[in-house]
């Protein structure tokens, strides 16, 4: 047979791995033809709304329905008593807690679901939601986690005994009866003696404020219980479906093939469709209520108040060094606030995430962690908002740490990082706090990064502007922020890692077609990351058949693998793995094949791009389209036919991604607007599936990195109200306030994983609050400031120019 | 029930009667009615802009408009604009330039790039990210959006240079 094209064709025809393919997603998308949760539409379909407490804290004295019962169109109207029969008025939350689905005697937040309304249509439901007449008694709300360790008020009277002890909580034992657990990591005292004899010592203490992912589209399901055939089907915005089927099994007594599970397509998740939500147990007791499907979405204000929050941790350090900067130790306790039930979704081991992360791209010998976790009246939640679980956090507060102590030393705060990064050699290197990082190449990209922006000559610019402002040239102060991050991802294996008992295991199972296209379904489920291109293209290098040949299916429970699905950056280094390794099946099968095609011994043929060729005989092949045919057309001595492969993936490790990021900023001290001139991103995620998509991941994550830095935040009043529940108070970037980023790249693969890939989309935003907020902060630095609390609003920073003296 | 009004719309081209309650908002008509689904219900405040069509020329937040004022109007949705087979040059660059990843607000952007590319051929950077200021997108950082739209514009200006 004549090969007609080069070898160069070939591989560009796989459109495989490196290729800035484009994505399949988009053709449905740009015609409006997506299919979210909201679209679906069901033939007798009714609509839930929920009956919110206004309240932070009250005791439920009486819920009359009678008049929403009235409304003609209204079909029903649970409450707690409705549930309690079923054991469906509490459920169980990701974090060994367990919170209610419907207010059982009192109310916790502003908010709270006390009733599920279910209606003909939307409007009537929320007509008959106003009819709802709930009688409620005050109680003393307590919004500030210190004071709820002090306060007599007991906010969750279900986990005191009678006799007034304390019982164990789901992570030890607990302090005080707002008290949720202690979690620890680290040597204690050994951190102590090094920091108690250190010849310099930086504390500070910062406050990670509450906000929420806000995803564009909320949260909703419908939910069709079929009676005939004993088969509940729930669409859902759900980032594990898997999980959510496993859950709802246990809940409802449902045996678990008699429950499909569909994550249609999600518009946008960060972490907010994670949990498991009350709508979503309400939508299913209705549906087995009425006979009929039933549907819930939730509104913007209802996302905002309700449905997972992320971050309020209140961190306090120190940091150890010698004289000329060498860092020796680290302290750091949190007070996490996690509202009203501890519905935090972490790995159940990990009831503070992988917080303890917090020594970051540093080399620091000895360090220690404390969390205490404690109830207030605010939502429940804790997710991990476009970061592996809690490292934004952490991140931010090695990253502050670093340049707090760079003011304590006089120093600078590029060159401090520099002499402490892990070196390259000492990769795999195991931190302080237990994390083994499995590769890296701290300094070389930090050099890139600082070289790209000619980081000597921002520092000279910024002196000139100081002197230049002090001489009362102009009234713009500039700052320059750094952040180096390393992450962690790809939860994980699962001797560490599970949710509710579930190995955080992933899984894809790969079906060859006889003309050589295939499916290939998996246990992720993408939200807007493009896995149905970026799969296919691992599988196509993989097995040797263009992308453009390979469906990609993900979230219907009754076709995928199990898998444990899409957050903390876990879908390429847990589910792309997976896909990796079933494709090498299905290779290893398809050289069996091409040897006895090609009448020599297995050993005799290679892979080659898109074919098996005989060693030294290049002109002699099967390509895989010829395979494939083979392997269901021919009887082949010793082998079945067919080409499938399943793969069920468990990590050895987590992934490290790692990056530099260089922001520069100008500052009206004025008015307070910060405006971004330049920001440089150079990311490291290892293997590079497709620049094209990694690039779009980075810059929506620094753009969801630049709100929360900057003025997004989920703030309560003293009675536990709700500040910022639209948004209008909420802030979320528009084009006009988001700069243009310039993105860098060096690429240092995983050795553990199959395709050294390690994950990118929660990169940005874990390096880039910390980057935006540095720049604010750097600002000021030369005026006195040493450390403000986001988020920087144009007010906020107004005030700390204020306070600086800036305005006298 | 009896608070219905007899509403008329030209949806896409299409005439549609229906009866709805005048208090009824009109991307709930369209969606639920009319089964036009592309336009999506974000934040019904009109700050987010997923709902944008147009309406009688101009850009709408059609989650804030009743659809007694909609009554009689020529309504466009993403639907509108272009089909499988002979797409609209902006539904183009959006997949060419990687200018959306959700999905989710990409309907009601690409209705308002294409009225803001009517009502200025030839947008400077700055004009467009003003532009679609009403239009919040969460995953894309606008960056690859402003690229599509700007792209999208020399295209349309080269076509009709072309047919000059």
New interface residues.
């Given amino acids: 047979m004549k090969d007609e094209i080069t070898r160069e064709d070939r591989v560009a025809n796989l459109k495989g791995m490196g290729c800035s393919r484009k994505r399949v997603e988009d053709a449905r998308f740009t015609q409006g033809k997506g299919n979210y949760v909201d679209d679906i539409k069901l033939p007798g379909m009714l609509h839930g709304d929920f009956v919110r407490s206004p309240y932070a804290h009250a005791r439920v004295k009486s819920i009359n329905i009678d008049a929403a019962m009235a409304l003609p169109g209204v079909v029903a109207v649970l409450t707690a008593k409705d549930l309690e029969p079923l054991n469906l008025h509490w459920m169980p939350t990701l974090a060994g807690d367990k919170q209610m689905v419907l207010a059982d005697g009192k109310v916790l937040f502003q908010g709270q679901e006390v009733a599920f309304v279910v209606a003909s249509d939307r409007y009537v439901a929320a007509d008959a939601v106003e009819l709802v007449e709930v009688e409620y008694e005050e109680l003393e709300v307590i919004v500030d986690p210190f004071k709820s360790l002090q306060s007599d008020v007991v906010l969750r009277e279900d986990l005191v005994a009678e006799d007034g002890s304390i019982p164990n909580g789901a992570h030890g034992p607990r302090k005080h009866h707002n008290h949720i657990f202690t979690w620890e990591a680290g040597d204690l005292e050994a951190t102590e003696q090094v920091i108690d004899n250190a010849e310099v010592v930086a504390t500070e203490e910062m406050y990670y404020h509450r906000t929420h992912p806000c995803p564009l589209e909320t949260c909703g399901s419908v939910a069709s219980m079929d009676k005939v055939n004993g088969k509940l089907t729930l669409w859902g915005t759900f980032q594990a479906p898997h999980v959510v089927r496993t859950v709802a099994s246990l809940l409802s007594g449902i045996e678990e093939h008699n429950i499909r599970v569909v994550s249609p397509d999600i518009g946008g998740g960060f972490g907010n469709k994670v949990g498991v939500y009350p709508g979503y147990v309400c939508s299913i007791v209705a549906s087995i209520v009425t006979g009929v499907p039933v549907k819930w979405v939730e509104d913007r204000m209802e996302n905002l108040m309700s449905t997972a929050f992320a971050r309020d941790y209140w961190m306090k350090g120190k940091i150890s060094a010698t004289k000329d900067g060498k860092i020796t130790g680290l302290h750091c306790h949190v007070t996490a606030d996690h509202g009203a039930f501890d519905a935090c979704a972490d790995p159940t081991k990990f009831p503070a995430g992988f917080m303890n992360i917090c020594t970051g791209s540093y080399d620091i010998p000895v360090a220690y962690l404390g969390v205490d976790g404690v109830y207030t009246n605010k939502a429940p939640g804790g997710v991990s908002y476009r970061c592996s679980f809690r490292v934004t956090e952490a991140v931010y507060f090695i990253e502050r740490m670093i340049e707090v102590l760079a003011i304590e030393l006089n120093m600078d705060a590029a060159e401090l990082r520099r002499i402490n990064f892990i070196k390259k050699e000492q990769f795999p290197y195991t931190a302080a706090l237990g994390w083994e990082y499995d590769s890296g190449d701290y300094h070389t990209a930090w050099d890139k990064a600082l070289e790209a922006v000619d980081y000597k000559g921002l520092r000279a610019e910024q002196a000139q502007r100081v002197e230049d402002f002090k001489a009362g040239k102009t009234r713009k102060i500039m700052g320059v922020g750094l952040s180096f991050f390393t992450e962690i991802v790809g939860a994980g294996p699962v001797k560490n890692c599970d949710i509710l008992g579930m190995g955080m295991f992933d899984s894809c199972e790969i079906r060859i077609h006889p003309t050589g296209s295939a499916v290939a379904r998996l246990g992720t489920i993408s939200q807007g990351q493009g896995h149905a291109t970026t799969f296919a293209q691992i599988l196509a290098t993989e097995i040797g058949l263009s992308a453009e040949s390979i469906t990609i299916e993900e979230g219907d429970t009754d076709t995928a693998p199990y898998g444990l699905g899409t957050y903390g950056s876990r879908s390429t280094p847990v589910a792309g793995a997976a896909a990796a390794m079933a494709g090498r099946k299905i290779r290893a099968k398809a050289q069996m094949i091409a040897a006895y095609l090609l009448e020599v011994h297995d050993n005799d043929v290679e892979f080659d791009v898109d074919r098996f060729v005989v060693k030294g005989a290049p002109e002699r092949f099967k390509t895989m389209k010829e395979i494939a045919y083979a392997a269901y057309n021919q009887a082949i001595p010793g082998l079945e036919p067919g080409l499938e492969a399943v793969s069920y993936y468990d990590p050895p490790n987590m992934t490290y991604p790692f990056g530099a990021y260089v922001c520069v900023m100008d500052i009206d001290v004025d008015t307070g607007v910060p405006e971004i001139r330049r920001f440089y991103a150079l990311d490291d995620c290892g293997t590079r599936i497709n620049p094209m998509v990694i690039e779009g991941q980075i810059h929506g994550g620094l753009t969801e990195a630049l709100a929360v830095a900057l003025g997004q935040e989920i703030a309560y009043d003293d009675m536990g109200n709700v500040k910022t529940g639209t948004l209008m108070d909420f802030f979320l970037p528009t084009a006009w306030e988001v700069p243009n980023y310039e993105t860098d790249f060096t690429v240092t693969p995983s050795p553990h994983h199959p395709i050294g890939a390690k994950g990118v989309g929660e990169s940005p935003h874990v390096g880039g609050v910390p980057c935006f907020s540095n720049a604010v902060q750097d600002a000021f630095r030369p005026f006195g400031n040493r450390h403000t609390n986001m988020p920087h609003d144009h007010w906020r920073i107004w005030q700390t120019a204020n306070n600086l003296g800036m305005h006298d | 029930?009896s608070n219905k009004m007899h509403v008329k719309l030209n949806v896409n081209g299409q005439d549609h009667e229906f009866l709805a309650?005048p208090?009824?908002l009109l991307i709930?008509a369209l969606?639920?009615k009319l089964?036009?689904?592309?336009?999506?219900?974000?934040?019904?405040?009109s700050?987010?802009g997923?709902c944008t069509v147009t309406m009688n020329g101009k850009s709408v937040k059609s989650c804030t408009v009743f659809v007694a004022q909609a009554n009689g109007a020529e309504v466009t949705?993403?639907?509108g604009l272009?089909t499988?087979d002979a797409?609209h040059v902006?539904?183009e660059s959006?997949?060419?330039h990687?200018g959306?990843?959700?999905?989710?607000?990409?309907?009601g952007m690409?209705t308002r790039a294409a009225k803001l590319l009517e009502e200025n051929p030839n947008p400077t950077e700055e004009e467009?990210?003003?532009g679609?200021?009403?239009?919040?997108?969460?995953?894309?950082?606008?960056?690859?959006?402003?690229k599509s739209i700007l792209s999208a514009a020399s295209e349309l200006n080269a076509a009709k240079e072309a047919a000059q």
């Fill in positions: 029930m309650e208090r009824e709930y969606r639920e089964n036009i689904t592309g336009p999506h219900v974000g934040c019904e405040t700050h987010c997923a949705t993403i639907e272009g499988p797409l902006l539904q959006f997949k060419e990687h959306l990843q959700c999905g989710f607000c990409t309907p690409i467009v990210r003003f679609i200021a009403g239009n919040i997108c969460r995953c894309t950082g606008y960056q690859n959006i402003v």
